[in-house]
C-alpha cells in the first residue's frame, strides 16, 4: 500500500474516532444535564422535543445562544456557566443529528398521553359571557405560548390562556364554533371549550405534526405527522384515537373537503394525493399523480384540487372526482397555495397566491388556469386575504428586508392600492377579517408586538392591541362558512 493511502487512511481513522467520541461524550452531557425536561429519546417531556425535525425553524447559531444564555421568562436554563464552547456545540451537533435508530409513538403511547381537564358533564351549555358569538377570533401568541379570545365588535380581549409549546398549523372550529382544536408543533392536540373558557382534553398523537383538520359533521379530528409517518384520525369529542393511516411519506398537510365528506392529505415524499372520507364508514383512497404535490388550494365545491410542489416549477390541477390532471400551471417560484384566496374578477373567479420565494403574487383564471397576471411585490410573501365584502386583497412580504411593509391590492385592478408599514423594522403579517369585513386585523409579528385593526375601506388604523408575537387570527364565522376569501 502506498505510503499516503496509508496515511491518508489513518487520518480518517483518527477523525471518524474523534466524531464517534464527541457524539459520545455530547450522549452523555445531554443524558446528564438535559434529559431531564427534554426527554431521554429528545422526545420532550417538560420542554420541547430537541429532534432535527422540531428544530427546522431554529438556526444551530441561535441553539447555542438559547443553551448557553437560557430562555428568560421560561424554565430552559443557561448552561454557559457549566458547559465550554466546545461542549456546547458538541450539543447542538448532537440534537440536530437523527438518531440511530427513529423514536417510535405508537397506538399504546398515543392512548397512555390523553389528558381529560375537565369532566365533560360539568360544562355549561352557554357561553359564559356576552358577544357576538360568530364575530369571535381566537388570536395565537407564539411568543409565550398563549392564545386570546378576542371580541370582533369591540376588539377587546375576553381571555387569555396558556397553549402547548409551538403551535403549528392553524386552530379548527368544530361547526358550530363552540369547541376549537389546537396542534403543535410537539404533536398534542388540545380542545378548548370556547363557551366555558376551558381547555377539556388533550392527546398527543404523535411526535412531529404539521396540521390539524376537523370534518365538516364535527364528528372528527385528524393530524398530519412527520414523526412518525402518518395520519390520526381522532374521535372530536373525547379525543380518542380512532385509526392511524400509515403513509410511508411526511405528511405536509391534511384539509377539511366539506362538501365531499372527506379530509384530502398532502404527501411530501408520494407522488400521490390521499382522500380519507369517513361516510358512510372511514375508507382511503390513493389518487396518484404525476410529480409530488405537497402544498394544495380546493376551489368552492372542492371538485378540484391545485397541487403544487415546493421545489417544482408547474403546478397541476387535479380534479378529485376521476382523479385525473386537467391542467398544468407554469408557477414556479413556491407558491403558497395553502395561503391561496380566491375573489371574481371581471366576473370570472380567479386564485390568487403569493410565493414564498419570489415577490409576486400570482392570478390565475379558474376556468382557462392561465396565470393573467403577476403583481410584483416588495418580496416574498406568505399569508393572503380578503373578504367578499372588501374591495382589497391584503399580502404581506414575510422574507427579506421589507418584512415590515405589507400590500393592500385593488380586486378590480390587480394592481397595489397602498403598501403601509405598521411598525417599522418589525414584521407585518397575516391579516384577518371580521364577519362583516369591515375591519381587517394585522399581525405585528414580534415580542413586542401587537394586534392592528384597520378599516378595510378606508384603510385607517382604528386600533392596536399588544400581544406577544401573535401569528395567525382566526375569525368563527369566516373559518366555520369556508368563507373563500381566507384559507381553510
Ligand atoms: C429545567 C428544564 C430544562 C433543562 C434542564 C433543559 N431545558 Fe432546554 N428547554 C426547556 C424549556 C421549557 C424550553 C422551552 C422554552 C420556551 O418556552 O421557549 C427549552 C428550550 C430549549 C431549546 C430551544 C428549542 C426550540 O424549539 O426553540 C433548546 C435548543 C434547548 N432547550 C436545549 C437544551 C439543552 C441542549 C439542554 C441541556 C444542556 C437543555 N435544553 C436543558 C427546559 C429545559
Known amino acids: ?80 456557566a457549566q458547559l465550554n464552547d466546545a461542549q456546547i456545540q458538541s450539543l447542538v451537533d448532537f440534537i440536530y443529528q437523527a438518531p440511530a435508530v427513529s423514536p417510535q409513538w405508537t397506538l399504546a403511547d398515543i392512548s397512555a398521553s390523553h389528558v381529560q381537564h375537565v369532566d365533560p358533564a360539568t360544562l355549561k351549555p352557554t357561553p359564559q359571557f356576552k358577544a357576538n358569538l360568530e364575530n369571535l377570533f381566537i388570536v395565537v401568541e407564539l411568543g409565550d405560548h398563549h392564545a386570546t379570545l378576542l371580541d370582533g365588535d369591540t376588539f377587546e380581549a375576553i381571555h387569555r390562556f396558556p397553549t402547548r409549546y409551538a403551535l403549528h398549523g392553524g386552530p379548527k372550529y368544530s361547526p358550530d364554533g363552540r369547541f376549537v382544536y389546537f ?22 398523537v404523535a411526535l412531529n405534526t404539521r396540521n390539524l383538520a376537523v370534518s365538516f359533521d364535527g364528528r372528527y379530528a385528524i ?77 368552492q365545491d372542492y371538485t378540484r384540487l391545485i397541487g403544487a410542489s415546493r421545489n417544482g416549477e408547474k403546478g397541476q390541477v387535479i380534479d378529485l372526482d376521476t382523479g385525473r390532471k386537467l391542467a398544468e400551471l407554469p408557477l414556479g417560484g ?23 420565494n419570489q415577490g409576486k403574487v400570482s392570478i390565475i383564471d379558474m ?36 418584512k415590515d411593509a405589507v400590500h393592500v391590492l ?30 381587517a386585523l394585522l ?5 413586542d408586538g401587537a394586534v392592528v385593526v384597520y378599516d378595510s375601506h378606508t384603510l385607517n388604523e382604528i386600533k392596536r392591541i399588544p400581544m406577544r408575537k401573535p401569528s395567525g387570527k382566526y375569525n368563527v364565522y369566516n373559518k366555520t362558512r369556508y368563507q373563500r376569501g381566507t384559507s381553510h
Open 1 to 80: 500500500m502506498p505510503l499516503r493511502t496509508l496515511a491518508g487512511l489513518l487520518l480518517a481513522m483518527t477523525t471518524s474516532l474523534c466524531l464517534a467520541e464527541v457524539s459520545a461524550d455530547a450522549a452523555v452531557l445531554y443524558q446528564q444535564h438535559c434529559a431531564s425536561c427534554h426527554g431521554a429519546e429528545r422526545t420532550g417531556a417538560m420542554g420541547p422535543v430537541l429532534l432535527p425535525e422540531s428544530l427546522s425553524r431554529l438556526k444551530p447559531a441561535q441553539a447555542i445562544e438559547v443553551i448557553k444564555f437560557g430562555r428568560p421568562s421560561t424554565q430552559m436554563p443557561a448552561f454557559g
Open 443 to 447: 399581525s405585528i409579528w414580534d415580542d
Open 367 to 402: 376556468q382557462s388556469w392561465q396565470v393573467i397576471k403577476q403583481i410584483e411585490t416588495l418580496g416574498p410573501g406568505f399569508f393572503m386575504r380578503s373578504h367578499d365584502a372588501s374591495p382589497y386583497a391584503w399580502v404581506d412580504v414575510f422574507f427579506g428586508p421589507n
Open 183 to 204: 396542534a403543535s408543533r410537539d404533536g398534542w392536540i388540545s380542545k378548548f371549550d370556547i363557551y366555558n373558557l376551558k381547555t377539556v382534553s388533550e392527546i398527543r
Open 410 to 439: 385593488d380586486k378590480a385592478t390587480l394592481t397595489i392600492k397602498e403598501t403601509l408599514r405598521p411598525a417599522p423594522g418589525k414584521t407585518a403579517a397575516h391579516v384577518e377579517f371580521t364577519q362583516d369585513g369591515r375591519f
Open 334 to 356: 413556491m407558491p403558497h397555495l395553502g395561503s391561496g384566496i380566491s375573489f371574481d374578477y371581471q366576473g370570472k373567479p380567479v386564485l390568487a397566491t403569493p410565493h414564498l
Open 223 to 299: 393530524a398530519a405527522n412527520y414523526l412518525p409517518q402518518n395520519l390520526v384520525l381522532l374521535d372530536a369529542d373525547t379525543l380518542k384515537p380512532l385509526q392511524i393511516p400509515e403513509t410511508g411519506s411526511r405528511v405536509s398537510a391534511v384539509y377539511t373537503a366539506p362538501p365531499r365528506n372527506s379530509f384530502i392529505a398532502a404527501m411530501k415524499d408520494l407522488k400521490e394525493v390521499w382522500e380519507i372520507s369517513y361516510q358512510p364508514d372511514i375508507k382511503v383512497r390513493r389518487i396518484p399523480t404525476d410529480d409530488y404535490l405537497d402544498d394544495f388550494f380546493f376551489d
